[in-house]
């Protein structure tokens, strides 16, 4: 499928909210047409120091420079002919394109988005349905092979989903929370479509995604970069659309961290797995929505004061993740070190952490070249698991410094065993066991250990790994990887996730024909081969979030 029908009927009124908008209309605004610019120019990224001294508003167009790095950096230096020439075409990716091309989901005969899997062996449970983050690695696929309209008409459906009432047991949740996922219902009798969203009311455990309206944002950046297509963000439809998301995460109360609290289940790690708090998946995309909204958002009445309060977010946040979240060797020394009951802003071991409640898996684990962002920090707890996804995104969207990115990389191929095994990634290390198995989980069968959710490898996050593989000039890191994933997932028809230590075997509840297994892996590839497409999901690092104190020194300001 190539794109959608042609289009250029009239436009909606700019002015029209969208609780005024009923479904036909804001379809309607697909109609605008784009402009005419090459694939890989894209708007100017806007410094904090700019916007917060000016709040000068810049839509111009620059040239994404393909260039790979070849040590510490966050740039790109290396041509990306020079990837492409040793780039060898491998069978599985037409295999791929075409079970990809199976899940596309129409609404009025336009694409809207991909079911989450094609598995007809098993209860389709709701994987019949569009998730926002599953179709992510999806749109990134349609993006990078010059199919923008499906990603278009995907942004725009959830958007207008948005404006729903959301109620879950007569509790009204909050006006920019975006769905889960969504469906499509065809009524063969009336000859008619609707759509029915999820927002929580029937998901797993009852919970609200925090993370669907920060994919939203920033997938409506990697289009705009792809495409060069400023028209969409800049309406005034996506405009409020991302103020409500940061009018919720950006709320203030009696909360004294800068991070972002969530509950367990509201991100890719959707059950009960002792994430509570303040989880690196979440504040890492909380991170990289914040950055990407602020070269979105104009700095209209409205946008204005929504950008001065990101400005001064991003700030607090890069250095409360940088400095508390960071483990490495040094670092875990100082902890194990830690005086308890240390009263005043003096104080070293400022969340009174136990350092009796560090695991010994921790001590083996950290090699003394490397680090990487623990899972969870907050008062006399310190989660010290490993987490993929938090980390990536950490690289990606320059949450990590220069230094601290190499480091993670260091890790991975220190790690290598552990952490990619047979089949990349695991989501998480290490697996939760035995009694903490019992009570972090509840019980759950399907989060035994080293299995879904609880030290899975899960093959859509190898898009991930590659993306920051490019970012810190590993590129043979993530050669290697694909090469694992090459030599399983089409022989075992694309399975959701794997278990076992070094996830040697099909997940057991596994869906087949995963959507975003496929989509992970030909985003890998398609990046691999051409690396000015990480543009899309890469932001350098601003010099302006550099902390005032070196990051060992910053545990005993």
């Not at 260091?410 to 009570?439: F, Q, T």
């Amino acid at each position: 499928m190539q794109g959608t029908r042609g289009m250029g009927l009239r436009n909606v009124d700019s002015q029209c909210s969208l609780s005024e908008l009923d479904d036909s209309d804001l379809s309607r605004l697909l109609e605008k047409p784009r402009l005419n610019i090459e694939r890989q120019r894209s708007f100017d990224e806007r410094s904090l120091s700019e916007l917060s001294i000016g709040l000068n508003y810049r839509g111009s167009i620059d040239n994404f420079e393909t260039m790979y790095s070849t040590g510490g950096g966050s740039g790109l230096n290396t041509p990306a002919s020079s990837a492409r020439n040793s780039f060898e075409p491998h069978p599985m990716v037409a295999e791929a394109w075409e079970a990809l091309r199976r899940t596309i989901v129409l609404f009025r005969g336009q694409p809207v988005g991909t079911i989450a899997a094609l598995d007809h062996t098993e209860e389709a449970l709701n994987y019949d349905q569009v998730f926002v983050r599953d179709f992510f690695p999806s749109a990134l696929a349609f993006l990078m092979n010059g199919e923008p309209d499906i990603v278009k008409n995907f942004l725009l459906k959830t958007l207008f989903l948005q404006g729903w009432e959301k109620r879950i047991d007569r509790f009204k949740l909050g006006d920019g929370v975006l769905p889960a996922s969504f469906k499509v219902l065809h009524d063969a009798t009336r000859k008619r479509e609707t759509v029915v969203a999820d927002f929580g009311e029937s998901a797993i455990g009852r919970v609200a995604p925090v993370d669907s309206g920060f994919w939203w944002i920033i997938l409506l950046r990697a289009y705009t970069k792809s495409t060069g297509d400023l028209s969409l963000a800049e309406t005034p439809e996506c405009q409020r659309g991302m103020r409500l998301i940061l009018t919720l995460c950006l709320s203030e109360g009696f909360d004294t961290f800068p991070t972002l609290l969530c509950a367990d289940g509201c991100s890719m790690v959707d059950r009960r797995m002792g994430v509570y708090g303040y989880p690196i998946e979440i504040q890492a995309l909380f991170f990289m929505a914040l950055r990407c909204a602020l070269t979105m958002l104009k700095p209209d009445n409205e946008g204005k004061e929504f950008i001065e309060r990101i400005v001064e977010r991003l700030h607090a946040l890069s250095y409360h993740m940088r400095s508390y979240f960071w483990l490495d060797f040094q670092q875990l020394n100082n902890i194990y070190r830690y005086k308890t009951e240390e009263y005043s802003h003096t104080a070293v071991n400022k969340f009174n952490v136990i350092p009796d409640s560090i695991p010994d898996w921790v001590f083996d684990f950290m090699p003394t070249r490397g680090g990487y962002f623990i899972g969870n920090v907050s008062p006399a707890r310190m989660d010290f698991r490993w987490f993929v996804l938090g980390n990536c995104v950490a690289i990606l969207s320059s949450l990590a410094t220069p230094e601290q990115s190499m480091a993670i990389m260091d890790l991975i191929e220190s790690r290598w065993e552990e952490l990619v095994g047979e089949m990349p990634i695991k989501i998480c290390y290490p697996a939760l066991e035995n009694h903490e198995w019992v009570i972090v989980t509840g019980c759950d069968p399907k989060n035994t250990r080293w299995s879904y959710h609880n030290g899975g490898s899960w093959p859509v996050l190898l898009w991930l790994l590659t993306a920051a593989c490019i970012k810190t000039g590993r590129p043979q890191i993530a050669r290697r990887a694909i090469d694992l994933a090459e030599s399983r997932l089409l022989k075992d028809s694309w399975p959701e996730y794997y278990d076992g230590k070094l996830g040697r075997y099909v997940g057991k509840q596994a869906r087949k024909f995963q959507t975003w297994s496929i989509a992970g892996y030909l985003v890998a590839k398609m990046m691999l081969e051409d690396p000015s497409h990480l543009g899309m999901i890469s932001l350098e690092e601003d010099k302006q979030m550099k902390p005032v104190l070196k990051r060992s020194a910053s545990w005993n300001c």
